[in-house]
């Protein structure tokens, strides 16, 4: 008998060495809790490290759970009757979700029980709740949801923000933005001195709107305080590139990107199975190169980069795509536990802070 | 001798069945006047029914069309000095600009020797010196910029506007852009009743930027007048859909747009190169598959769906990327002539006209 066969309610103390709690959401995603559990599960059993605070229908979990070895010992299951669905509205939620699953998530970060919490569900109902629950860290105006985005950097991908948390941000708020990517950037991607750039139509002085050259000037004057460097404009076609690892933005214009950028990759990957679905030819050539689009494939693949983080919050909230099957939930948990693990949180709340003292121009939380 | 090798001075009175006359503007794109030349000599060569009037250096030029056999005959060229540069101010250009090859190529379009003109020189200067030689039509208050966008539609391309004529777009603007991008469908993709949609960050309709639920009420009531459908909000992941033919949006958000599609394209076929010369098996599957491998490119090659369209004016004014190629530019010229000889001008000025009679919210031209 291994120490994963003690049950939940025996489980020893948390010990710091082999203790990162997560705290997830079961309930909400599009592909039921399953889907998710089975993403728990997944992460489980490939890092010895992580224990979960369960959320949902006691009964279902208790089932689900029951049936993962790789979870026996390691997950704490919280009953939660209540669902919030996909078309419920964030304000509907913020009034009668108490008994929801989602609700009892965040308070296992609240409370400080878990050092992280992951979701598949409605993504304004997540940022609502969470905002009224663990509400906004000193300094920040505006919470954003930070994304990651495949590139040609070392690191695999960069890093973009807000993706639609808030359709508006003014200077101040892209300066925050900035920050809370740079902090992401070094403890999440482990970029010490990461490369921040801002998203507009030219990367000339002259063009763009003139708030973002407004945000320019309060990033450039916060680049020693925030320990990033400034690589200035940047345009849609860099998202992927090697020029910047972080790229500011405001939330409307992001979720554009983000969702076209998204959009443009399932495309190819339509016509490339069609053309390779085209002749006998082409199909025993798939099969030869099979191991090499696979790899491409996994690069590319959304599942894998899966994981929107609501960043400027007094907690880490990791968001995942609401129809993420076991190996997105995965990806969101693992983002969520490398988060959790390097101390982000405390990092990221000490950055703003900072700058927001010694910048003039920065005006303190509202 | 074939008529062909009539010299231009010599040339007949223009027959309208086999005279469509497309304006060039040589000059001013990366690749220089030599990649023009050869993408007119490709042009001509897959179609009789093409003349041109070619502006720039002339002994350069008359040099480039004398190599070219398809050309011999077709082409009158008219000396411009002048170049505008990519680094141009549009304002400077408009200043000074009355010697360049860009002025002259427009001027042949405000006089009516040509149907429409190409350039692959500065989009800013080109849209600056356009307005003040042609003038806005009756009816718009900003011109915008039409891009296709590859698409699982039977006609292979959606419509997107504006990509960057201008960085703002209020809701009567965005009507225009969708009375002017169904006009634009019908005419240059053949589509008789397009279906319209409005990008926004979400579809529901209490989603998104307040002047967007506006701008849907205007562009709902002026489907029957501008024969289209309204499909709705869409996202940046409906841009290569079935859902919808044209895509209405601002020229910040669709420019970012625009540069993030090209760029995720981009990317995918970095990593796809990568992945066929991981090992000799994939390079030996890579030979197997390049027939379809070279159709899937063809589909998604920028340079075959090259052409910004300038709709708004008083003429049809084609803007070719400034790194096109003679293929480039072959497309750029082809797009050209389709609206040139389907009348698109006149029909576009009409629609307009008549949407701006009927719609009590829409303002004349200012």
Redesign the interface.
Known sequence: MTDRDVPPSAAPAPDPGAGVVISVDAMGGDRGPAAVVAGMAESASKNPDIRFIVHGDETELRRLVGRRKALAGRCDIRHAGGVVTMDD?PSQVLRKGDGTSMWSAIESVKTGEAGAAVSCGNTGALMALSMLRLRKLPGVNRPAIACLW???NPQGFNIMLDV?AD?RADAHDLLQYALMGASYARNGLGLSQPRVGL?N?GTEE?K??AELKQAQDLILAATDAGKFDYVGFV???????TRVDVIV?D???G??????????????????K???A??I??K??????M???K??QK??DPRRVNGGIFLGLNGTIVKSHGSADATGVSAAIKLAFTLASSGFQDRLAARVAQAAASAPGTEAAS
Chains 1, 2 share one sequence.
């Open positions: 509205k495949p590139s040609l639609g359709i998203l139509v002259h763009g709107r345009e849609g076609g860099d998202l992927p590139s933005t939330g409307f214009t979720n554009i990107a983000l969702k076209t950028g998204e959009g443009t990759a399932k495309l190819v990957g339509t016509l490339l069609d053309a390779f085209n002749s030819m082409s025993f050539a798939a099969l030869l190169a191991t090499s689009l790899r491409l690069r590319i």
